[in-house]
C-alpha cells in the first residue's frame, strides 16, 4: 500500500452538533491558522513563480481587485482542525506527497502512471481537497440544520418552539465532510487522473474553494476538475485512461466545463473568506 493510503485522516472524528439561537464562532484551543487551503498550491499561480509568497486576489463580496497580496493570510480560520489531534500533521503529510507530484506533472505534460504513489497522492490530494475548505464546512452547517429542523418539526410545534429562531451547528463543521472524504479517498485513488494543458490566450485562475465538479460535453458523468497553475490543470474520472487532454482554441468547445452559474462562480474566481 502506498503511503498515500496509509494516512489516518479516516480516523477524524465527527464534531457533535449543538443548537444556538446566536452566531457561534470556532473555538480553538490552540489559538494557530489552520490553512484549508495548502499555501504551496498557491504559489504556483504567484507572478513571482512557484517560489513566490504573493497571489493577485479578487475579493468578490468587495468588488475589489489587489494586485498582491501575501498568500499565507489567505484560506485559514484559527483553529479549524482542533477538533481532532493530529489532523493537521496528517494533511501536511498528504500536501508533501502531492506537491512532488503536481510539479511533476508540469515537468512532463502527462499524467502519472496509473496506480503509481503520485497518481494515488493525487487523487487522495483532490478528494480531500474538495471536503476541507469553509466552503465545505458551511455547507455541511447548512445541510445538518435543515436535516434536525425537518425531523424534529413535529415535536417543536407540539412543545410550542419556532424552529426558525434556532440554527443547528457544530463547533467544528469541516469535521463532517473532511470525515467522509478521508473514508472515501481509497476509492478515489481508483479514479483516472487527466491533465488539461491549457494552450489558449486565458490563463486558468483558482478560488479559495479550487475543487469543482463539473460535466464536459464528451463525458456522461461530472468529474473533478482543479487548476495546478495557470496553464495547467488536473481532472479525476472514472475512466481507466491517463490521457493528457490539450485545451486548444479547436478543442475548448469539445471541453468546455458546463457548471452551475454558482460553481462557475466559485471556479472562476479567488475570493478572500477572511476579509
Not at 490553512?35 to 504551496?40: C, E, I, S, T, W
Not at 493577485?56 to 468588488?63: D, E, F, G, S, V
Not at 502519472?112 to 487523487?123: F, G
Not at 410550542?160 to 476509492?187: H, R
Given at each position: 500500500?502506498?503511503?498515500?493510503?496509509?494516512?489516518?485522516?479516516?480516523?477524524?472524528?465527527?464534531?457533535?452538533?449543538?443548537?444556538?439561537?446566536?452566531?457561534?464562532?470556532?473555538?480553538?484551543?490552540?489559538?494557530?491558522?489552520?490553512?484549508?487551503?495548502?499555501?504551496?498550491?498557491?504559489?504556483n499561480f504567484?507572478?513571482?513563480?512557484?517560489?513566490?509568497?504573493?497571489?493577485?486576489?479578487?475579493?468578490?463580496?468587495?468588488?475589489?481587485?489587489?494586485?498582491?497580496?501575501?498568500?499565507?493570510?489567505?484560506?485559514?480560520?484559527?483553529?479549524?482542525?482542533?477538533?481532532?489531534?493530529?489532523?493537521?500533521?496528517?494533511?501536511?503529510?498528504?500536501?508533501?506527497?502531492?506537491?512532488?507530484?503536481?510539479?511533476?506533472?508540469?515537468?512532463?505534460?502527462?499524467?502519472?502512471?496509473?496506480?503509481?504513489?503520485?497518481?494515488?497522492?493525487?487523487?487522495?490530494?483532490?478528494?480531500?481537497?474538495?471536503?476541507?475548505?469553509?466552503?465545505?464546512?458551511?455547507?455541511?452547517?447548512?445541510?445538518?440544520?435543515?436535516?434536525?429542523?425537518?425531523?424534529?418539526?413535529?415535536?417543536?410545534?407540539?412543545?410550542?418552539?419556532?424552529?426558525?429562531?434556532?440554527?443547528?451547528?457544530?463547533p467544528f463543521?469541516?469535521?463532517?465532510?473532511?470525515?467522509?472524504?478521508?473514508?472515501?479517498?481509497?476509492?478515489?485513488?481508483?479514479?483516472?487522473?487527466?491533465?488539461?494543458?491549457?494552450?489558449?490566450?486565458?490563463?486558468?485562475?483558482?478560488?479559495?474553494?479550487?475543487?469543482?465538479?463539473?460535466?464536459?460535453?464528451?463525458?456522461?458523468?461530472?468529474?473533478?476538475?482543479?487548476s495546478v497553475?495557470?496553464?495547467?490543470?488536473?481532472?479525476?474520472?472514472?475512466?481507466?485512461?491517463?490521457?493528457?487532454?490539450?485545451?486548444?482554441?479547436?478543442?475548448?468547445?469539445?471541453?468546455?466545463?458546463?457548471?452551475?452559474?454558482?460553481?462557475?462562480?466559485?471556479?472562476?474566481?479567488?475570493?478572500?473568506?477572511?476579509?
Amino acid at each position: 500500500m502506498q503511503r498515500a493510503a496509509q494516512l489516518h485522516l479516516a480516523s477524524s472524528c465527527h464534531a457533535g452538533f449543538f443548537c444556538s439561537s446566536q452566531e457561534t464562532r470556532y473555538r480553538s484551543m490552540t489559538a494557530r491558522n489552520h490553512h484549508y487551503v495548502p499555501q504551496f498550491y498557491f504559489r504556483n499561480f504567484s507572478p513571482g513563480g512557484p517560489e513566490g509568497g504573493d497571489v493577485r486576489l479578487i475579493n468578490l463580496a468587495r468588488r475589489k481587485y489587489i494586485a498582491t497580496t501575501s498568500i499565507k493570510g489567505q484560506c485559514y480560520r484559527v483553529g479549524f482542525h482542533d477538533y481532532k489531534p493530529g489532523l493537521e500533521s496528517a494533511l501536511g503529510k498528504l500536501e508533501a506527497l502531492a506537491a512532488p507530484a503536481i510539479r511533476g506533472i508540469i515537468s512532463s505534460g502527462v499524467p502519472p502512471e496509473p496506480r503509481s504513489q503520485d497518481h494515488q497522492a493525487l487523487a487522495a490530494f483532490t478528494a480531500i481537497q474538495r471536503s476541507r475548505t469553509h466552503t465545505a464546512a458551511v455547507t455541511s452547517d447548512k445541510m445538518a440544520d435543515r436535516m434536525f429542523k425537518i425531523a424534529y418539526e413535529d415535536e417543536a410545534k407540539r412543545r410550542g418552539i419556532d424552529v426558525s429562531n434556532y440554527e443547528i451547528k457544530s463547533p467544528f463543521p469541516v469535521a463532517l465532510p473532511l470525515g467522509v472524504a478521508a473514508k472515501c479517498s481509497p476509492l478515489a485513488m481508483r479514479l483516472g487522473v487527466h491533465v488539461f494543458v491549457n494552450e489558449t490566450s486565458e490563463e486558468f485562475i483558482t478560488s479559495d474553494n479550487p475543487v469543482v465538479a463539473m460535466r464536459f460535453r464528451s463525458w456522461s458523468r461530472a468529474r473533478t476538475f482543479t487548476s495546478v497553475m495557470p496553464r495547467w490543470a488536473v481532472g479525476c474520472s472514472p475512466r481507466s485512461s491517463n490521457s493528457p487532454v490539450n485545451v486548444e482554441s479547436s478543442a475548448t468547445l469539445r471541453f468546455s466545463p458546463k457548471p452551475s452559474p454558482k460553481a462557475m462562480g466559485r471556479a472562476n474566481s479567488f475570493t478572500n473568506t477572511n476579509a
